[in-house]
């Protein structure tokens, strides 16, 4: 199996692509402004015995995105997991005060950027008769958290292209999915104060946040042959499941 994973050179992503390596996959991941980091995850699964690659890909510049898939090669498996976080942070600017071109950007590489993505992906899929693609969500889509209006309504446009893509695709053998991360322990959140963590676990029902680990777990779950008929479905991961955690 071939797996295209964007945003995989930190975080969630470069989880992911380790866990896909450990099951024999043959992994591209794609990165932005993380050349350097790319490339060392690139030779970890080599000295692992793994497969790997990476290439440029950015999702404000819609004219990468359909090279950097065809650079990759034949795609089984997608994980759209880069986004573009923009500069709202909770609390930092009321919502009337959000400039227009933040909209804009955010929705542009977010939302069109990711449906271009799987434009350039699907046909092949559609050809081969088998393709997963996992989409990588957020609980302030569904939740809501102060402040970032034009990225939680971005994520929450993945969920509504998931499920028409189900659709569309279903009978030619592709199943489309939503992986929804809750606050997940991954280098981005360290700043996060400790005492907030807790209290944010306290009201999950395994008392622990996930991990990038536990979340590449899903994915590889939902975007793998295991997968024999789940599609245009929101799975939540556990640290979802304590809900409106809107102390940050």
Do not use: C
């Amino acid at each position: 199996m071939h797996v295209l994973i964007t945003g995989g050179s930190s975080g969630i992503g470069a989880a992911t692509a380790l866990a896909y390596a450990a099951t024999g996959a043959r992994v591209t991941i794609t990165y932005n402004s993380g050349a350097d980091r790319a490339a060392a995850l690139v030779k970890r699964i080599e000295a692992d015995g793994g497969q790997a690659a990476a290439v440029h890909l950015d999702l404000e510049d819609h004219a990468t995105i359909a090279p950097a898939v065809a650079q990759a090669g034949p795609v089984d498996a997608l994980v759209a997991n880069a986004v573009r976080w923009g500069t709202i942070m909770p609390n930092s600017i009321p919502f009337e005060e959000v400039p227009a071109a933040e909209w804009s950007a955010a929705l542009h590489a977010n939302v069109v950027g990711n449906a271009l993505l799987v434009r350039a992906a699907l046909p092949g899929m559609r050809r081969r008769g088998f393709g997963r693609i996992v989409f990588v969500s957020s609980g302030a889509a569904e939740e809501g958290l102060p402040g970032p209006g034009p990225y939680g309504t971005a994520k929450m446009a993945l969920h509504g292209m998931a499920r028409a893509l189900a659709w569309e695709a279903g009978r030619d053998g592709i199943l489309v999915n939503v992986a929804v991360a809750g606050l997940t322990v991954t280098e981005a959140e360290r700043p996060v104060p400790a005492h907030v963590l807790d209290e944010i676990a306290a009201r999950t029902p395994t008392r622990r946040l996930s991990t990038a680990e536990d979340l590449a777990a899903l994915i590889v779950f939902l975007g793998s042959a295991a997968n024999r008929n789940v599609t245009g479905e929101l799975v939540r991961d556990g640290s979802n499941a304590g809900r409106s955690s809107h102390v940050i």
